[in-house]
């Protein structure tokens, strides 16, 4: 069974950047595709990057794209979203998830078979 444990969340400043890890445990992650959520107060759990098993195939909403890299090491088991010129509106719950799958990754949650607990990312001066 997988696991996964997100880590790297905190307070960063507008502009400021930050570095999320996603390490597994269980299994190894060159065959599961990884995506990036995340969930503001309020609001629906919203895809903000994946990529496939292989680390190739990357995809980005309008709203990320140039600021956050999705990146995954198959040999250190870990899968990473560095987000860069962070603003208030990209605070949220940030998650990993992941699918046993060697396709094109998916924005939709419900593809995902395991997910982490989360970890926070706040934007504020």
């Known amino acids: 069974q997988l696991q996964l444990v997100e880590s790297g969340g905190g307070l960063v400043q507008p502009g400021g950047s930050l570095r999320l890890s996603c390490t597994a445990s269980?299994?190894?992650?060159?065959?599961?595709?990884i995506g990036w959520f995340r969930q503001a107060p309020g609001k629906g759990r919203e895809g903000v990057s994946c990529?496939?098993?292989?680390?190739?195939?990357?995809r980005y909403p309008d709203s990320v794209r140039g600021r956050f890299t999705i990146s995954k090491d198959n040999s250190l088991n870990t899968a990473y979203l560095e987000m860069s010129d962070l603003q208030p509106e990209d605070a949220a719950v940030y998650f990993c998830?992941?699918?046993?799958?060697?396709?094109?990754?998916?924005?939709?949650?419900?593809?995902?078979?395991?997910w982490g607990q989360g970890t926070q990312v706040t934007v504020s001066s």
């Open positions: 990529i496939r098993n292989s680390g190739t195939n990357a």
């Open positions: 998830a992941a699918r046993h799958s060697s396709f094109e990754c998916t924005s939709s949650p419900s593809w995902y078979e395991f």
């Open positions: 269980g299994a190894t992650l060159k065959n599961y595709a």
